[in-house]
């Protein structure tokens, strides 16, 4: 089985997507950031007609709601991630029996005389 060498592009593409996603992810943070210091109003929240009633900020009350949201798709992505990780060290550790396994052959095998 052949494997294809990475050429220096794609290298340089892998870290170029690298820095991309940082710096949205920080455009994202700064962008969060502006948008609470610029929206001070506080917002009663009340859940059906319950006697919970809280006075929170716009921005907080996005950050909870954003933060609800994605803690299922948490909960249901771990065991996919587990399972992921788990055959990732499996094959790893297959690799590195069959490189090992390689290289006795290699040395066991005797060389073309002169």
């Keep these: 089985?052949?494997?294809?060498?990475?050429?220096?592009?794609?290298?340089?593409?892998?870290?170029?997507?690298?820095y991309m996603k940082v710096l949205i992810v920080v455009l994202?943070?700064?962008a969060a950031m502006i948008f609470g210091i610029h929206n001070p109003q506080v917002y009663k929240l009340s859940f059906l007609s319950y006697r919970l009633v809280l006075?929170?900020?716009?921005w907080a009350l996005l950050m909870l709601s954003f933060l609800l949201g994605t803690l299922p798709i948490i909960i249901v992505s771990f065991p996919e991630k587990t399972a992921f990780f788990k055959n990732m060290r499996e094959l790893k550790l297959k690799k590195k029996n069959i490189e090992k396994s390689l290289k006795t052959l290699n040395a066991a095998k005797p060389s073309a005389g002169v």
């Design 1 to 18: 089985m052949q494997y294809e060498q990475k050429g220096a592009s794609d290298i340089y593409r892998g870290r170029a997507m690298r």
């Design 28 to 30: 994202g943070i700064l």
């Design 55 to 58: 006075d929170i900020p716009l």
